[in-house]
């Protein structure tokens, strides 16, 4: 394996710190060293300091020279919508004209659309798909992304969905954390109330046989999954040794949060219309909120969820794409950087503790990645700027300049 010294960094944002996730004044501490370098060997990092102390240690490593550009960890994306067949081009011209969402699902249209054309193509189709998804999340500075099944629907689906997963582990650099979300949607044929069954004795058995996934998620809301059926979902993985995650309260605010909270489970995602009740359910539980700007911004909503709120309740905070075709088409974090700063009043640099080390703890993998410090993998970004706060403010413009997984460049502009 390559051992590099990277040198000459404006500055190492090593977001060093408490072996937790961060919360309070901590998601503000970045952990910067100015004129910074690393030592890396086989994969992982083995010293981080100043770029002059780096070079005097330098034997026979690869030069990299920073020359004068921001030194990040990769960005850690919790909550992706990895693979689908298609896209949802017609949804969107159909909002831009002004279209409701039950509008666009009458005529053809919604999530049920991507779960027609995902049913009908190979493992093949959609890993071939996938991958381009996969470099885009790569270019964009990504370097590990949890992805979530849930376009299938039916047992042989949604195992195909979790296959292309774990295939596309093997063929592309990103890392993937896999997710079973048999509970997206309930399809067609069958009612809410069967439909669940299916997942709890049908799928679930499946999954956790051929260890398919780390987590289980379900997306709970009026006309998906009600809360009854929520909770035996979810308690029928946790008895089968899956971690939870869940989408809740993004359109109305039904309890999802609470039901987050006495599952114990690792993070409830989206949270627009999470109210105090809620937010202090979470805090009590330990649960980790995972915010989603992107989806609200491509729906065209303004309803943001209440980050300052939960920052200052002392949640551990966390923001990924939502990356999916058809609420967050972007696999771009500095695009959500940008939308935490601008519409839900995050400083850039909690923004970036929460898609980095924040992002790494509510995948059970704080131990290994989300920080740049001795032991952690050498999974990190160089980027085209001299301060960390420029990728949340330049937006629309690609500032990626060379992207490493385990101390192997994978992306470079
Ligand atoms: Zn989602």
Redesign the pocket.
Known sequence: MTSLAVLHASQVVTLSGPKRPRVGTELSALGILHNGGMLIRDGKIERVGLSDEIEKNVGDEEIVDAGGRVVMPGFVDA?T?LVFAGNRLDDFERRARGETYEQIAKAGGGIWSTVQKTRAASELDLLTQAKKHANWFLSCGTTTVEA?SGYGLTVEDELKLLRVMRQLKKEVRLEIVPTFLGAHAVPRELSPDEYSDVVITEMLPRVTAEKLAEFCDVFCERGYFNIDQSRKILSAAKKVGLSLRG?VDQLTNSGGAKLMAEMGATTA??LEQTDEQGIAALKKANVQPVL?PG?VYALGSSRYPRAREMIEAGLAIVLAT?F?PGSSPTPSMPMVLSLACTQMKMSPAEAITASTVNAAYSLNRGDKIGCLEPGKLANFVIFDCENYGELAYWFGIPQTHAVYVKGECVSKS
């Open positions: 909550h919508h979530k989408h995602d989206h989603l989806s939502d999916n």
